[in-house]
């Protein structure tokens, strides 16, 4: 499946014809499901819950709840929730009708839905790296609601990824995703200048001129970096999942029952379009009628 070679174009490809982005080559569909929709409740529980938290035990009450939404942090948290939110919507129609609603969705949308899955794989691991390697102070474990919180958002957030990582089917992202990567991360650093601008403080000191000066460009420019290089990390780790599993060890993966449904020319236009014949000829069982 491939996205264009643009940044703005979307392919004129058939859009994910072995069901990559609801399959596992480990967990059936459902158990997929049930994985995603489960990290999805646990994410918005916690936000949740420390937006509450923050609006009763705060000193400035209800303010320090609506400062969350200017933390590089909690944004992620929140596009994670999304992310599994709607992985999850998809993978049960996909279980239940052998069809995503994915696939149903404009070609615009497709796209939009591929680079919603490169940041999530992405992003928390840049927050886990500046969080612990930069911004963590210490002290936060003697007192269990930080404790809680930080281990949420700082350690689980990146468990997360790896999930997606390496129990999904997804192909290794378009290299044209790096770009829209580094879109997100200049309007995020707006984000923290307006913050400054309209509330008087900056999410991260790093980002302050008073107090860094001239290094604020060192910091924007590193971190930039390292999302690339991230991005590479990732990238190899989702290619060696799908060589590890699919080309040494020949797990297509677990498909629904209508998988095996799929006439000749769509298994032929599959196999040309990914380039992998392993998955896109799944073996039939007689006995049950779908591919094992």
């Given at each position: ?10 392919g ?7 069901h990559?982005f ?9 158990a997929?499901?049930f ?6 409740l ?5 936000l949740v ?6 609006c ?5 009450r ?10 590089f ?5 929140w596009g994670l929730?999304?992310y599994f939110?709607?992985a999850a ?18 070609r ?8 919603f899955?490169?940041t ?7 927050v886990t ?8 102070s210490?002290?936060?474990f ?6 809680w ?9 990146s468990?997360f990824?790896l999930?997606e ?27 923290a200048?307006?913050?400054d ?8 000191d790093?980002?302050?001129?008073a ?6 460009a ?8 390292g ?8 990238w ?11 080309t ?7 498909f629904?029952h209508?998988?095996?449904q ?5 298994i ?11 998955e896109?000829?799944?073996?039939q ?6 591919p094992?």
């Open positions: 499946m491939a996205i264009g070679r643009g940044p703005f174009a979307f004129t490809d058939i859009w994910d014809p072995s990559r609801e399959t596992s080559w480990l967990l059936s569909p459902w997929l499901f994985c995603r929709a489960l990290f999805s646990y994410i918005f529980t916690t819950f420390i937006l509450a938290w923050y009763i035990t705060g000193a400035t209800c303010t320090a709840s609506q400062n969350q939404f200017s933390y942090t909690s944004l992620t948290y929730g999304f939110l709607a919507i998809h993978t049960f129609t996909y279980a239940r009708s052998g069809t995503a609603l994915l696939d149903r969705f404009p615009p949308l497709q796209a939009l839905h591929s680079a899955y490169t999530i794989i992405v992003y928390p691991f840049v790296i500046v969080f612990w390697g930069r911004l963590y210490g002290h936060w003697t007192v269990e609601f930080e404790g919180s930080n281990i949420s958002q700082h350690a689980m957030n468990v990824a999930f990582i390496v129990v999904a089917r997804t192909n290794p992202p378009p290299a044209i995703h790096m770009l829209w990567l580094i879109v997100v991360l200049a309007l995020y650093l707006s984000l200048y307006i913050t601008a309209t509330k008087g403080f900056y999410p991260y790093f980002l302050d001129p107090k860094q000066h001239a290094f604020v060192a910091y924007v420019f590193g971190i930039a970096v999302c690339l290089i991230l991005f590479g990390v990732a190899g780790l989702v290619w060696l999942r799908r060589y590890i599993t699919e040494k060890l020949g797990l297509d993966g677990k629904a209508a998988r095996a799929l006439s000749d020319p769509d032929e236009m599959a196999k040309h379009t990914e380039l992998l014949p392993r896109s000829m799944p073996r069982s007689m006995q049950q009628g779908r094992v």
